[in-house]
T-cell receptor, first 112, second 112 residues
Framework: DVKVTQSSRYLVKRTGEKVFLECVQD?????MFWYRQDPGLGLRLIYF???????EKGDIPEGYSVSREKKERFSLILESASTNQTSMYLCASSLRDRETQYFGPGTRLLVL | QKEVEQDPGPLSVPEGAIVSLNCTYSNSAFQYFMWYRQYSRKGPELLMY????GNKEDGRFTAQVDKSSKYISLFIRDSQPSDSATYLC????????????FGTGTRLKVLA
């Protein structure tokens, strides 16, 4: 069974704080993704990575950065959290492109 | 126009009913189609994965793809209260992109 874990289920941060969200997958998948999910907007891709140290911007990368130093770990960084980044953040991984994406449980982030 | 359209619901049905969930899409390059189930405050979990046109069955679930109409469906037979969740369709193509496009999800309620 594919397992994707995320470091926190719930997080409360203050405006301006630097926030780290971590994601780990245990199936040696090549690709990893970060999405945010908001009511009525669905899943929006923030960044994805197709190899260690490789990353590509998704649809809404502004205000975010990512790091993939090891194949199994993909981190999302909010450089200076803002209230409009309050959302559900979902990490996913896939073996290769066009293969099924497997999701983590999500992190609910509240920025005050 | 969105690339993928999905009726948000909510769709309420009695226990035991056959449920039909649908997505339409505009990009004829999409070849891989997925259905995910998402319980409240959890990450999406994969239900079905299909390639190109045709039907695929797994237990009470049947996925159907009609590429000529750019229309995909998920049927749930003998629906149960435990099927109450949001159902997301997702798709991706064969051209050189890692991008998956998700529908916004249909909320289903199965009433006991």
């Amino acid at each position: 069974d594919v397992k994707v874990t995320q470091s926190s289920r719930y997080l409360v941060k203050r405006t301006g704080e630097k926030v780290f969200l971590e994601c780990v997958q245990d199936m040696d998948h090549e690709n990893m993704f970060w999405y945010r999910q908001d009511p009525g907007l669905g899943l929006r891709l923030i960044y994805f990575s197709y190899d260690v140290k490789m990353k590509e911007k998704g649809d809404i990368p502004e205000g975010y950065s990512v790091s993939r130093e090891k194949k199994e770990r993909f981190s999302l960084i909010l450089e200076s959290a803002s209230t409009n980044q309050t959302s559900m953040y979902l990490c996913a991984s896939s073996l290769r492109d066009r293969e099924t994406q497997y999701f983590g449980p999500g992190t609910r982030l509240l920025v005050l | 126009q969105k690339e993928v359209e999905q009726d948000p619901g909510p769709l309420s049905v009695p226990e035991g009913a056959i449920v039909s969930l649908n997505c339409t899409y505009s990009n004829s390059a999409f070849q891989y189609f997925m259905w995910y189930r998402q319980y409240s405050r959890k990450g999406p979990e994969l239900l079905m994965y299909t390639y190109s046109s045709g039907n695929k069955e797994d237990g009470r679930f049947t996925a159907q793809v009609d590429k000529s109409s750019k229309y995909i469906s998920l049927f749930i037979r003998d629906s149960q209260p435990s099927d109450s969740a949001t159902y997301l369709c997702a798709m991706t193509g064969t051209s050189g992109t890692y991008k998956y496009i998700f529908g916004t999800g249909t909320r289903l309620k199965v009433l006991a």
